[in-house]
């Protein structure tokens, strides 16, 4: 039952996720006016906007236009049910359960929007930025840097909870850090830009809520992924003959042989870092090194 209630709620959590991702970008409130119909904007009935079972039964198609739904809706308020799922039974009914289902809410949003718009918005990190340094305060991360530096005597002058926010800020400072001396290098070295802000700015997010040890999985997780969908995505558009006619235009006018231009455009196609980065993060809250174990008691169970 409690599995079956996550589930639900996190329905319809995923449903409001949706009004985020669509409506963050375009700068529109995301409290009025009420949901509608993305062609015809007509406001969409209570019956009609129950999670994932309206889709399918009205076909995927709007009720008075008949224009086509995206299944993107759906496909976003399943995922979150399975992700409040997830938390529960990774972390159970806990304040870090909570956390995480923050954290995964944050970064679904993240996700998808900079897919779709290659764009991670301020207001979703800045966010996600201070709620995690607020659970820090009754959750740290796991990293427990803090006990490191300092020492004993230190620790027994500072307040427990200061701790937590101190490997928090660490995180988020030092991963952000990281990412935008890899920026800097790239333009240095390609002259021309790899990565935006945004993606500086989500991982200093990331840090405030996983720690440096966290975030510095993610960089590393994120950045493979990246790399050996993005070599896949380039091959796959120059077997397809992506900017042929482009191409062909260009060696006619002497710039190079066709081959070697349809290679050029192809490796040019740029990919969303930020989408892999939050892939990437969830990865490492739910099968990170501290999840590990709490997934292995459930098998037991």
Not at 32 to 39: E, I, L
Not at 103 to 121: A, G, K, M
């Amino acid at each position: 039952m409690i599995i079956a209630a996550f589930f639900l709620f996190g329905l319809v959590i995923g449903s409001f996720l949706n009004v985020c991702i669509t409506r963050i970008p375009e700068g529109v409130s995301i409290v009025s006016p009420g949901s509608r119909c993305p062609h015809c904007g007509t406001a969409i009935r209570a019956y009609d906007n129950i999670p994932v079972v309206s889709w399918f039964v009205l076909g995927g198609k709007c009720r008075d236009c008949h224009a086509p739904i995206s299944a993107l809706y759906p496909s976003i308020e399943f995922v979150t049910g399975l992700i409040f799922v997830g938390c529960y039974l990774c972390f159970g009914l806990t304040p870090a359960g909570l956390k995480w289902i923050f954290f995964s809410s944050i970064l679904l949003v993240l996700i998808v929007t900079d897919f779709r718009e290659r764009l991670l918005p301020d207001a979703v990190n800045w966010f996600g930025v201070g709620l995690g340094l607020a659970f820090s305060v009754r959750v740290p991360p796991e990293d427990g840097v803090a006990r490191l530096l300092f020492g004993p005597s230190l620790r027994a002058a500072l307040p427990t909870w200061s701790l937590g926010l101190f490997d928090s800020l660490l995180g988020g400072i030092l991963c952000a850090g990281l990412l935008w001396a890899a920026a800097t290098l790239y333009r240095l070295i390609r002259h021309r830009d790899g990565m935006g802000f945004g993606d500086i700015k989500m991982m200093f997010m990331v840090g405030t809520f996983l720690g440096v040890r966290g975030a510095f999985l993610t960089i590393l997780l994120g950045t493979a992924l990246g790399t050996v969908i993005g070599i896949a995505v380039v091959g796959a558009l120059f077997a397809a003959g992506w900017k042929s006619s482009l191409a062909e235009r260009a060696s006619r006018k002497g710039l190079g042989n066709v081959r070697g231009l349809r290679w050029a455009i192809a490796s040019r196609y740029q990919l969303p870092l930020g989408t892999f980065l939050g892939i990437a993060a969830l990865l490492v809250v739910f099968f990170g090194p501290w999840s590990l174990s709490r997934w292995s008691l459930i098998s037991l169970v």
